[in-house]
């Protein structure tokens, strides 16, 4: 038999490395972040995505409340100037886009999540402050588009206001986005994205970790 005090050099550092493997699977097995925070630090719902390749997966959470996955969006990546512009937008107002919740008849606003655009640094891609803004408003409306009717979504298309589309972004999704003061509506040479939950349900929209390193994908769920 081996004893603790017998073991050859050679059998400790087979251990050590043991340890080590063991402890970059439990790593590896960590569930997915809410874009670098876990899901049950962020203040909305800790769901358990069982078989998130079916958009109607239920979700149960601890408290026994139920969440249902309605809607995914493209992933959008956190590449470059752009990326750094979507990342400031994520982080401002206290995280504020990262995790909406929007109960029946409630309307919500991109802009007024963000705040105030003084109040966040941001980066000129291709002439515009803020470049990147448009396509991470897009990313709101692909992924409620499944549940609510054209009359939800309030917004400045993209596509007829710049002449351009967004890249894996449809025509009628594309967001033009313009925050001069952090309020709502689309007026005044303000250009803002509003939903409007028509649904029975409320309805969550939750940032997360896309499919590759360095993307993000916005996923839909509805409370039952």
């Given at each position: 038999m081996i004893t603790l005090f017998r073991c050859p050099p050679g059998l400790w550092l087979v251990l050590a490395i043991s340890l080590v493997i063991l402890y970059h699977e439990h790593q590896a097995a960590i569930p997915h972040t809410l874009f670098g925070l876990p899901l049950q630090q962020s203040g909305g719902p800790s769901p358990a995505f069982a078989g998130s390749e079916s958009l109607t997966a239920t979700f149960t959470q601890q408290s026994g409340q139920k969440y249902r996955l309605i809607?995914?969006?493209a992933p959008l990546s956190l590449h470059g100037d752009a990326g750094y512009n979507i990342r400031a937008a994520l982080d401002a107002?206290?995280?504020a886009l990262r995790s909406v919740i929007i109960n029946p008849g409630d309307t919500w606003s991109f802009n007024a999540s963000v705040g105030a655009p003084t109040r966040v640094r941001v980066r000129v891609v291709a002439g515009i402050p803020?470049?990147?803004w448009c396509d991470l408003a897009s990313r709101y409306v692909q992924a409620l588009r499944p549940v609510l009717p054209p009359s939800?979504?309030?917004f400045p298309n993209h596509v007829q206001t710049a002449g351009i589309g967004l890249l894996n972004v449809a025509d009628e999704d594309a967001v033009a986005i313009w925050n001069i003061d952090g309020?709502?509506?689309s007026f005044g040479g303000r250009?803002?994205?509003q939903i409007t939950n028509t649904h029975a349900a409320t309805l969550q929209l939750h940032v997360v970790e896309g499919p590759a390193p360095d993307q993000i994908v916005v996923?839909?769920?509805e409370v039952r």
């Amino acid at each position: 038999m081996i004893t603790l005090f017998r073991c050859p050099p050679g059998l400790w550092l087979v251990l050590a490395i043991s340890l080590v493997i063991l402890y970059h699977e439990h790593q590896a097995a960590i569930p997915h972040t809410l874009f670098g925070l876990p899901l049950q630090q962020s203040g909305g719902p800790s769901p358990a995505f069982a078989g998130s390749e079916s958009l109607t997966a239920t979700f149960t959470q601890q408290s026994g409340q139920k969440y249902r996955l309605i809607g995914e969006s493209a992933p959008l990546s956190l590449h470059g100037d752009a990326g750094y512009n979507i990342r400031a937008a994520l982080d401002a107002n206290g995280g504020a886009l990262r995790s909406v919740i929007i109960n029946p008849g409630d309307t919500w606003s991109f802009n007024a999540s963000v705040g105030a655009p003084t109040r966040v640094r941001v980066r000129v891609v291709a002439g515009i402050p803020g470049g990147g803004w448009c396509d991470l408003a897009s990313r709101y409306v692909q992924a409620l588009r499944p549940v609510l009717p054209p009359s939800a979504f309030a917004f400045p298309n993209h596509v007829q206001t710049a002449g351009i589309g967004l890249l894996n972004v449809a025509d009628e999704d594309a967001v033009a986005i313009w925050n001069i003061d952090g309020q709502a509506g689309s007026f005044g040479g303000r250009q803002d994205l509003q939903i409007t939950n028509t649904h029975a349900a409320t309805l969550q929209l939750h940032v997360v970790e896309g499919p590759a390193p360095d993307q993000i994908v916005v996923r839909a769920l509805e409370v039952r």
